[in-house]
T-cell receptor
Framework: DTEVTQTPKHLVMGMTNKKSLKCEQH?????MYWYKQKAKKPPELMFV???????INESVPSRFSPECPNSSLLNLHLHALQPEDSALYLC?????????????FGPGTRLTVT | GENVEQHPSTLSVQEGDSAVIKCTYS??????FPWYKQELGKGPQLIID?????GEKKDQRIAVTLNKTAKHFSLHITETQPEDSAVYFC????????????FGTGTKLQVIP
């Protein structure tokens, strides 16, 4: 099974809401990633978890809060977002934790902040 | 940090023709170069990758070449088909411990039937 799943597929939230994005993989991968992708742009790295510990935070605003409950799950908690945070949020995983491992991407969550 | 440039930004080819997308990178420590295909409404999917100890790699209609000296690598798609239409991203990564790949800006490929 080489699949990364993400829920929900679509999410509309107001600026005062709290919501969470979920990601799951069952490939035994030790690294998991959150990316943000705006239209017609490449994925932009937000966070990297390595062996369930946060190893990279690319200076992401605190209104985005990642969580890795176990080696298969990755959450992204959202609070007090701005309209400019509307984007496709992608989760990925890789077997190892270096920059030379293949990353498997999920289908993404399309987030709209109103 | 690493900087990856990708050209062209859009590419239209007739079905059956070849398509070439080119990328350059800046960090000589980069040694892993994946190519991702992203179809509308989907996440990026790896289609081929190459490491710095190899100059060329081929998988059916897709090939990638790497010139370490010039710091550029290219994706070649032969006998293009309408289902090849998508956005393609090149990327560069390093085994040197930094856990990220740097993506190029993307090429929107349209294959005209």
């Amino acid at each position: 099974d080489t699949e990364v799943t993400q829920t929900p597929k679509h999410l509309v939230m107001g600026m005062t809401n709290k919501k969470s994005l979920k990601c799951e993989q069952h490939m035994g991968h030790r690294a998991m990633y959150w990316y943000k992708q705006k239209a017609k742009k490449p994925p932009e790295l937000m966070f990297v978890y390595s062996y369930e510990k946060l190893s990279i935070n690319e200076s992401v605003p605190s209104r985005f809060s990642p969580e890795c409950p176990n080696s298969s799950l990755l959450n992204l908690h959202l609070h007090a977002l701005q309209p400019e945070d509307s984007a496709l949020y992608l989760c990925a995983s890789s077997q190892g934790t270096g920059g030379d491992y293949e990353q498997y991407f999920g289908p993404g969550t399309r987030l709209t902040v109103t | 940090g690493e900087n990856v440039e990708q050209h062209p930004s859009t590419l239209s080819v007739q079905e059956g023709d070849s398509a070439v997308i080119k990328c350059t990178y800046s960090d000589s420590a980069s040694n892993y170069f994946p190519w991702y295909k992203q179809e509308l409404g989907k996440g990026p999917q790896l289609i081929i990758d190459i490491r710095s100890n190899v100059g060329e790699k081929k998988d059916q209609r897709i090939a990638v070449t790497l010139n370490k000296t010039a710091k550029h690598f290219s994706l070649h798609i032969t006998e293009t088909q309408p289902e090849d239409s998508a956005v393609y991203f090149c990327a560069a990564g390093s085994s040197g411990g930094y856990q990220k790949v740097t993506f190029g800006t993307g090429t929107k490929l349209q294959v005209i039937p």
